[in-house]
């Protein structure tokens, strides 16, 4: 059974730094895109980073220049870097990740999702 874990989330004042890691694991033949996604109270899950399989990378605008994201394949694991963080990046972030298990079919799985608070 594939599982996708995520963990490095917090407190953390504006202006400070968290990592994410998110790692996959089970029977995985492939992995192609990774990302994080992030759903703040009241408000619709939306993606914050990507990374594809060949290192693609792509960002929401009101993240851009502030966090990073890069996976280490050996391991099936994707980290986002968040620098500057502010207030309203304060959400439930989430790993996602389209792979393909000993079925031979690509799908997409979910995280438990990990907290990320920014205190004012």
């Known amino acids: 059974q594939v599982q996708l874990v995520e963990s490095g989330g917090g407190l953390v004042q504006a202006g400070g730094s968290l990592r994410l890691s998110c790692a996959a694991s089970?029977?995985?033949?492939?992995?192609?895109?990774m990302g994080w996604y992030r759903q703040a109270p009241g408000k619709q899950r939306e993606l914050v980073a990507s990374?594809?399989?060949?290192?693609?990378?792509d960002f929401a605008d009101s993240v851009k220049g502030r966090f990073t994201i890069a996976r280490d394949n050996a391991k099936n694991t994707v980290y986002l870097q968040m620098n500057s963080l502010k207030p309203e990046d304060t959400a439930v972030y989430y790993c996602?990740?389209?792979?393909?298990?000993?079925?031979?079919?690509?799908?997409?799985?979910w995280g438990q999702g990990t907290q990320v608070t920014v205190s004012s």
């Open positions: 996602n990740a389209d792979l393909m298990t000993v079925t031979l079919r690509m799908e997409n799985y």
């Open positions: 089970g029977i995985i033949v492939k992995i192609n895109t």
């Open positions: 990374i594809t399989g060949r290192g693609t990378t």
